[in-house]
């Protein structure tokens, strides 16, 4: 039998912070709109699998691509913009069945904002035509420039 020693690491200085991230959140906007209210939010239909992944500072713009998860219409604009506050994902009981994983977060004041005239200059968007993939994998960082434009949007 063989053991495994882990790889030592150097702590890191506690003069360094993470670089500031900033996140894409694919979400109804039933969801969001709940989200927005209660100060939090949810990624893969409550799972926990990316949830830890940001960080407190970093920033997250919402994608609603339809109004419910279910038979919803579309409605494809991006509808939140928050600050990541939560070092880490707590869960709650919704119904027996469903406790869903959450990270706490600060909306900010925005007006949603309409997707299709952004998807030619957004490089995260590989391909115009089928703009829509990117957000499929629901919570995924973006460039911080991409964050830049639809906030500035948002904001207006």
Same mark, same amino acid.
């Given at each position: ?26 979400v ?7 989200a ?18 940001? +960080? &407190? ?7 609603s $691509?339809? !109004? ?6 579309? =409605? ?22 469903? +406790? &869903? ?7 900010? $004041?925005? !007006? ?6 952004? =998807? ?37």
């Amino acid at each position: 039998m063989t053991s495994h020693t882990p790889p030592k690491t150097r702590p890191r200085p506690a003069t360094d912070k993470p670089e500031q991230r900033f996140w894409i959140n694919t979400v109804s906007l039933d969801h969001v709109e709940a989200a927005t209210k209660g100060g939090f939010t949810q990624a893969d239909h409550g799972a926990r699998t990316r949830l830890g992944r940001p +960080r &407190p500072g970093d920033e997250m713009i919402f994608y609603s $691509p339809r !109004t419910s998860l279910q038979n919803g219409t579309p =409605v494809r604009q991006f509808t939140a913009w928050a600050t990541i506050t939560g070092d880490e994902p707590y869960r709650v009981d919704i119904t027996e069945n469903f +406790r &869903p994983w959450r990270l706490a977060a600060t909306f900010h $004041p925005c !007006t949603p904002v309409d997707a299709r005239p952004l =998807v030619d200059r957004l490089s995260f968007i590989p391909d115009a035509a089928h703009w829509g993939l990117p957000f499929r994998r629901g919570l995924f960082t973006i460039p911080r420039e991409d964050f830049s434009m639809i906030c500035a949007r948002m904001r207006r």
